[in-house]
């Protein structure tokens, strides 16, 4: 089984994420190693509770920790009028009450794992600090995706920024300029904001659920989420950017891809968190990263059908 271990800000999108990997390590496909949040979407904490809920209802026994409380060198912003008051549209879940080192988690999944999917799909808080924490083992980290940056494209936070890069911009700068022994897989707003879920989609997605239990809160996740989208004059939809890149880490639907460098603005408020890929090579620097171009988004919607198809006929199995 492929190794798995998601780095997230839940969230709705990434809620759906924890959702299609939980669904794919019932049936085999991997095993889940543990579950960290960074602060973004809401808190850390809270999203580690938000974390822990999604897997208690999808009976999954992973580690859920909180990592680091905010970044770095810029103050904390988080967006409730996107994700709801707690993260999870109209739910209301509670914070998360453990407690443990996530890098030491991370540590031990490196140390065990040699082939460790990490996916972030999150603010690179965590990633960043975790190259300053344990040098040794974030060199050894051999496959990371990551769901940011709105490259050579329109941003959604700001003309040209992404959320997670702007939230945390210096981390993202940090973790492209030093990145560690595997090229990133860099799942940009280009191709995440493609993948989209409406009443009608979702309406497929509870029937394929069937029984499970899961299927009856997530009306109430995804109205908050089709809500805000139609007031930014997106229509009654919701852009799912976190489960597509779960899908492309774990290459279970088609992608093009191409090697390139990546470079995150830090420094200047304007363009903060603006996301660059050089991809005529003007730089003659090396390669960092490898941007995900197209997805097959049909594949996608086909992949996530699929497994909710094998949580409904596993619903008491831990």
Partial sequence: ??????????GIDDTLALLYLAGLHHVGGIELVGVTTTAGNTTAVQAAGNARWVLDELLV?????????????????????THGPTGLGYLDVPAADAAGDWAELWARGVDKHPDLHLIVTGPLTNLAAFRDSHPEHYARLRRVTVMGGAVNYRGNTTPTAEWNF?????????????????????????????????????EELIRALGPHPVAAHLPEILRFYFEFHEAQG????????????????????PYVDTSTTI?????????????????????????NARLVTDADIDAAHRELLRVARALAGRPGIR
Avoid: N
């Avoid at 229509?235 to 279970?252: E, F, K, V, W």
């Avoid at 996301?275 to 390669?287: C, E, P, Q, T």
């Fill in 1 to 10: 089984m492929t190794p798995v271990l998601i780095d997230c800000d839940p």
């Fill in 61 to 81: 026994d992973a580690p859920v920790l909180p990592g680091r409380p905010h970044p770095a060198q810029t103050p904390l912003v988080t967006t409730p009028e």
């Fill in 166 to 202: 702007w939230v945390d911009p210096h981390a993202a700068a940090d973790v492209f300029a030093h990145p560690p022994q595997g090229k990133i897989t860099l799942c940009s707003l280009e191709v995440t904001e493609r993948f989209l879920i409406d009443p009608e989609r979702l």
């Fill in 263 to 287: 470079a995150v603005e830090a420094h200047s408020e304007l363009m903060r968190g603006t996301s660059v890929a050089d991809l005529r090579g003007h730089w003659h620097r090396s390669h």
């Fill in 234 to 253: 997106e229509g009654y939809q919701a852009q799912i950017h976190d489960l597509l890149t779960c899908m492309i880490a774990l290459r279970t639907i």
